[in-house]
């Protein structure tokens, strides 16, 4: 029964909805089915199942709340998971924060979900996987993969009169494909709304090459290079960098947004006039859900516009209290790039360096947004336009607002962790120290 | 949940992308007296567990076990002086794993009733007769007798979901306004505790019934310059423990003087979170007038609150034998430690350093009485004398490296998820000759004494590792001389290691540890401790974090 239909989800929450004697009471029901095949040494080592559906209850008295959860669905039970959230309400201390549940919503209209994903079947996903083992088997090469694929679908019902129901699908596979010396390897990773376009074999060709391709790594010296990340390589650094958007810590002070001597900064010009940045839930290759957990709509919002900060994200509390916008956080974000293709991109570097993933990230400052990490499963030295060698790994201290400052140019983005970011040209990327690692 | 999700918790790493709101960290929301109801009934549970059990081997499965699981947590957060959510978690279900045609297979289920248990026994036995099809080497378990019926508790004082929510949540605010007293701008303060009851049976004639505690009592503060927009956090200076609210009840005999001029305590079985509060804050605003350091080659002296996690990332990961056999190359990676470099005889670290894994130490993380695959658990070696002599297995890895049993090291977050090779905790042993951090210290020309939980990032073989931490002081002349900033050490793990010039005796022995320490795919989570005195290493090479932007 994992996944309801919105009248079978909306028969339940109006049900569950009628036992409250709370002020105000809020019912969010949410599904999930699904299957993961994992793979290692070029056999499978686990795969498993998901199927759970499950029921919160908020329940309010004044300015307090309470939380309980159920994922039995007869009367009684239910009964008692609303009985629960109040009796836990009534203990909780009244929050200095608290804003009265929203009303009816219009949310505009998403298409997150795919059939052809949602009928995904274990003899689908052993194919895939089996597809995947098969090519390196043949090529004498050693692959560790995961697969997992999500059927989900989430709807809300209050006591104000607010109804929300969507569903979503997503496929996501990575692979890493090491020669039998273990002295190379590579690394292909993709997310799929509809599973029509994921091809496993494909992608664990494209991380055989690379495989096969870093074999001889040379080390080069560490130090200030241009580099050409690949969307795998930067969507962690971005995606921290947005997670930083938040209105509150701004204004509070403690965040790279906030302003020297009060404020934030949001209409300054941070970045490069090239970086566009924004969410949006109906974009046809990053569909994401069309309201946020506490029921806000999410719409097309616009974070970094040719370079200056437009907007920040907020709870609904200090929306209020400072007067900004009303944005919740976003399902994922677009970061706009050209039409160059990768190898586009390469043929116009005189020298650099080309990066297929980051690894191990960790923030060093929150003030500058350093982070470290390291390159991982193919990492390529550019010369004249061509990939001249494989080098040795590298540990990088950058941040993500110099990088975006130092764009030489941006490629087509791809989708990856339900965002879409292009391959990025950047110059004068900080390479600390060298890598034995492959 | 993700271990992104975890770790955005805890407010220490920024992992979490677009955080919802505070959850609770898995189960179902429940009252907290739910917490205190006996559910798990060892009788029930053998009659359940056979039943799953007799369906494995009835549909074909050579091997089979069982683990009827209830999972209880708790998360208090607070900021200055409010709640922001208490939530409890309860977790019930059951997972069974099976080897059929020489290949796992697993399925879990919440329909705790013989029947319930009797299908996903099936549907396990189902699922690895289809990935058998693509299996080319068939699965060798290590020889594993049955202990019939048995039972094991983390030895706590006190259950922490004892303990009233008001009391507990009286206990941060109190910590929240000392921070506050004491200059601070913010403070943010978590209380974590986990209750595993977890009955195991398997095919081999076990029945073994545990009841596992955890506590995790933590806070930043943040201490503010308006004026320049500098801001600087300090975190909290507890561990993560395998004990329950005892940990939160000081005793002077748990504290341990830190260097002279820091001001710094060490704390061993039990924590004083409001002193601690007041002294963050204070370094907090010290942090923000700091000198920034000069690069370049110093002596540094790790307190164990530092070093633990430089232990779990450089010693811990790189000696999984699962990382080392390739079964995590796609994700958290391999080990430069493989079978043939251990052959080579190379040092892995000078010959003070000697390691051991064990999960049998009071108080830490990794203490249970018999892991998740029902294998009793011990203390072995994992370096002696600096050469690497052993790593860390489950029961379907001894027979890979020629040897005939496990080291108990299996463990799942769930009822829910798979048992696969987790680290046991892993222990730096304490040094021979006596000697206090200020002896040590009193050696050293040009060094930085770091404590606390800092930035941690390795490569995904465990060579090349950067490590910051929350605290840092200069030392000149065998003299501390006060707060430095913007510090982190870069080194390759065989020469910091052989670098190891000296470790302060046992009576400076604390643990530190890691509560939400990520693997696998999908990922789960384990929590392990690690045990060390305050060790100096020679020469190692400390960058400048400082960055200019916008």
């Known amino acids: 029964m994992a996944i309801l239909s919105k009248d079978e989800a909306q028969t339940i929450l109006t049900k569950v909805l009628s036992y409250s004697k709370a002020d105000e009471c809020e019912i969010t029901l949410t599904g999930t089915t699904g299957g993961n095949i994992r793979t290692a040494r070029n056999m499978v080592s686990t795969s498993g199942a998901i199927d759970n559906v499950e029921l919160e209850v908020e329940s309010r008295f004044g300015k307090r709340s309470g939380r309980a959860t159920c994922n039995e669905f007869d009367d009684a039970t239910l009964r008692r998971c609303v009985q629960r959230a109040e009796e836990i309400a009534r203990l909780a201390p009244e929050s200095p924060e608290y804003m009265p549940l929203l009303g009816p919503q219009q949310y505009v209209s998403s298409n997150a979900y795919a059939p052809s994903t949602a009928g995904i079947t274990p003899d689908y996903r052993a194919e895939q996987a089996g597809a995947s083992i098969r090519l390196c088997d043949e090529k004498k090469l050693s692959s560790a993969a995961f697969l997992e694929d999500t059927t989900s679908f989430v709807a809300k019902r209050n006591s104000k009169g607010l109804e929300a129901y969507q569903q979503a699908t997503n496929l996501a596979f990575s692979v890493t494909v090491r020669t039998p010396d273990a002295k190379g390897s590579g690394y292909a990773v993709a997310d799929f709304t509809d599973r029509s376009k994921f091809d496993a074999g494909r992608m664990t060709q494209t991380a055989a090459t690379k495989a096969a391709g870093s074999l001889g790594a040379k080390a080069i010296e560490p130090g200030k290079y241009t580099v050409i990340l690949e969307p795998a390589a930067s969507v962690e650094l971005l995606g921290n960098m947005m997670e930083s958007f938040d209105a509150r810590s701004a204004d509070e002070g403690r965040s790279f947004l906030s302003k020297k001597g009060g404020g934030n900064r949001k209409g300054e010009k941070l970045f490069d006039p090239r970086v566009t940045i924004y969410s949006d839930p109906t974009h046809a290759e990053v569909p994401s859900l069309a309201f946020a957990d506490d029921g806000r709509p999410r719409r097309k919002t616009t974070w970094v516009e040719k370079g200056v900060v437009k907007n920040m994200f907020s709870s609904r509390f200090w929306a209020q209290k400072s007067g900004s916008a009303d944005i919740p956080e976003p399902g994922g974000f677009i970061m706009e790039g050209g039409t160059q293709s990768l190898q586009d991109m390469i043929k116009s570097t005189q020298r650099g360096i080309l990066v297929t993933r980051l690894w191990y990230i960790r923030a060093v400052d929150p003030q500058t947004l350093l982070y470290t990490g390291l390159t991982r499963d193919g990492t390529f030295f550019i010369e004249n336009g061509k990939i001249k060698h494989p080098i040795k790994n590298f540990r990088f201290n950058e941040s993500p607002i110099i990088m975006l400052n130092n764009i030489e140019a941006l490629g087509r983005p791809e989708r990856l962790e339900g965002s879409l970011v292009p391959p990025m040209k950047i110059r004068d990327f900080t390479f600390t120290s060298l890598s034995d690692a492959v | 949940m993700k271990r992104r999700n975890f770790v955005g918790l805890t407010g220490l790493a920024t992992g979490a992308l677009f955080l919802p709101n505070f959850p609770g960290f898995g189960g179902n929301l429940v009252d907290p007296a739910r917490l205190l109801e006996p559910v798990m009934d060892a009788t029930v549970n053998k009659r359940l567990a056979d039943a799953a059990l007799n369906a494995a081997k009835s549909a074909g499965a050579s091997y089979a076990d069982v683990r009827i699981g209830r999972y209880l947590n708790q998360s208090i957060f607070t900021r200055e002086k409010q709640v922001q959510n208490i939530a409890s978690g309860e977790s019930y279900g059951a997972g069974v794993r099976v080897l059929a045609n020489g290949t796992w297979g697993f399925a879990a289920t919440n329909s705790v009733t013989e029947a319930g248990l009797a299908k996903a026994a099936q549907l396990a036995v189902q699922i690895a007769k289809a990935n058998a099809k693509v299996q080319k080497d068939p699965v060798k378990l290590a020889p594993q007798k049955g202990y019939g019926e048995v039972s094991w508790k983390t030895p706590i004082q006190q259950n922490a979901f004892e303990v009233p929510i008001a009391q507990k ?382």
């Not at chain 2, 051991?356 to 029902?374: F, H, I, R, T, W």
């Not at chain 2, 040094?431 to 490569?459: H, L, P």
């Open chain 2, 169 to 550: 949540v009286d206990l941060l605010l109190a910590a929240n306004a000392k921070a506050l007293e004491n200059g601070a701008n913010f403070v943010n303060s978590r209380l974590f505790q986990i209750n595993e009851q977890k009955y195991f049976a398997s095919t081999d004639g076990s029945y073994i019934d545990q009841d596992v505690h955890r506590i995790w009592p933590t806070f930043g503060v943040t201490a503010i310059d308006r004026a320049s927009g500098k801001f600087r956090t300090r975190e909290a200076l507890s561990a993560p423990m395998g004990l329950g609210y005892e940990y939160l009840m000081p005793k002077a005999a748990d504290k341990i003087a830190g260097p002279a001029g820091t001001g710094l305590i060490g704390y061993k079985n039990s924590y004083d979170i409001l002193e601690d509060a007041a002294l963050a804050a204070r370094q907090a605003k010290e942090k923000l007038t700091a000198k920034s350091v000069t690069p370049g080659k110093y002596d540094l002296v790790l307190d164990p609150n530092h070093l633990g996690l430089t232990i779990h990332e450089s010693i811990g990961h790189a000696t999984e034998l699962d990382r080392v056999l390739g079964y995590e190359a796609n994700y958290a990676g391999t080990s430069f430690a493989t079978l043939d470099w251990k052959a080579k005889k190379q040092p892995y670290g000078s010959k003070m350093v000697n390691v051991v894994a064990d999960k049998v130490q009071p108080g830490s993380l990794g203490a249970v009485g018999y892991d998740d695959e029902g294998v009793k658990t011990k203390r072995w070696d994992i370096i002696k004398d600096g050469m690497l002599v052993d790593y860390q297995k489950t029961r379907d890895q001894a027979a890979i490296v020629g040897q005939q049993e496990s080291d108990g090291c299996s463990y799942a977050q769930s009822w829910q998820d798979v048992q696969f090779q987790r680290m046991a905790n892993v222990s730096l042993l304490p040094g021979k000759q006596k000697m206090s951090v200020d002896d040590m210290i009193k050696n050293v020309d040009k060094g930085i004494y770091i404590a606390g939980r800092g930035s941690f990032s390795i490569d995904q073989q465990r060579y090349n590792f950067q490590f910051g931490g929350t605290t840092f002081h200069a030392i000149e002349k065998g003299k501390i001389t006060g707060m430095i900033e913007d510090v982190a050490y870069q080194a390759n793990t065989q020469e910091f290691w052989n670098s190891c010039a000296a470790i302060c005796d046992e009576s400076d022995y604390r643990l530190f540890g890691s509560f939400f320490d990520g693997k696998g795919q999908p990922s789960q989570v384990s929590a392990v401790s690690h045990g060390s005195s305050t060790t100096r290493f020679n020469g190692v090479n400390v960058i400048n974090t400082a960055r200019k932007v916008g």
